[in-house]
Structure formats: C-alpha cells, structure tokens
C-alpha cells in the first residue's frame, strides 16, 4: 500500500491550493481517508476525513467552511481543496487510511510522505 500526496506548494494568504493523495494497491470503500498537517515542534493535527462507506465529511474547527475533503468514485484518491487560506494553515499535509473514528482519535494506517503547504502574508 502507498500513498502519495502532491499539490502543496506556496501560497499568498487568501489563496487557494488542492491536495491530491494517489493510492496505489488499496481502496479505501470500507474505510476512509484522512488528511492531517504538521509543523515541526508541534503535535499533528487532523484537518478533515472522509468516510469511504458513505462519503460522510469531517473537518476540524480551525478549516471548517474554507476546506472541502473529496474522493474519485474507485475510492483510490483523495483530494483536500483549501481555500481562504491562511499563515498558520503553513504545514506539512500527510493523506492516511484510517476511519471517521479513529481520525478523530489520531490514528490510522499507511501514511504518504506528505506535502508541504507555505502561505505567505
């Protein structure tokens, strides 16, 4: 199973960006697929998930209504539309299997590499 993330990049503050998490030799239809960012020094934060059963969306309060968490139909990639962003959503974003539940936990299986995202003001 891999997964790899691209689309990050640097941003102006107000911009916008779409993440794409490609994932090659797993669907995740009975599951779901999460997207977290982290800074360096500080702890990993879940930003969204989308379950993989019923398409149901989460987001964490700091990206609610500037965010938007999608998925192809075969349920083997995944992608993050940010916009309205801002200086402190500057983080790496990491795609990862894992389940409505255990995202909100902090948990999950087989993370990507990640993508780092950079907003400037």
């Known amino acids: 199973v891999q997964l790899v993330e691209s689309g990050g990049g640097l941003v102006q503050a107000g911009g916008s960006l779409r993440l794409t998490c490609s994932i090659s030799?797993?669907?995740?239809?009975?599951?779901?697929l999460g997207w977290f960012r982290q800074v360096p020094g500080k702890a990993r934060e879940g930003v969204s998930v989308?379950?993989?059963?019923?398409?149901?969306?989460y987001y964490a309060d700091s990206v609610k209504d500037r965010f938007t968490v999608s998925s192809d139909n075969a349920k083997t990639t995944g992608y993050l539309q940010m916009n309205s962003l801002k200086v402190e959503d500057t983080a790496v974003y990491y795609c990862?299997?894992?389940?409505?539940?255990?995202?909100?936990?902090?948990?999950?299986?087989?993370w990507g590499q990640g993508t780092p995202v950079t907003v400037s003001s």
């Open positions: 030799g797993f669907t995740f239809g009975g599951f779901g």
């Open positions: 989308i379950d993989g059963r019923d398409g149901s969306t």
């Open positions: 990862q299997i894992t389940t409505p539940i255990r995202w909100v936990q902090g948990q999950g299986d087989y």
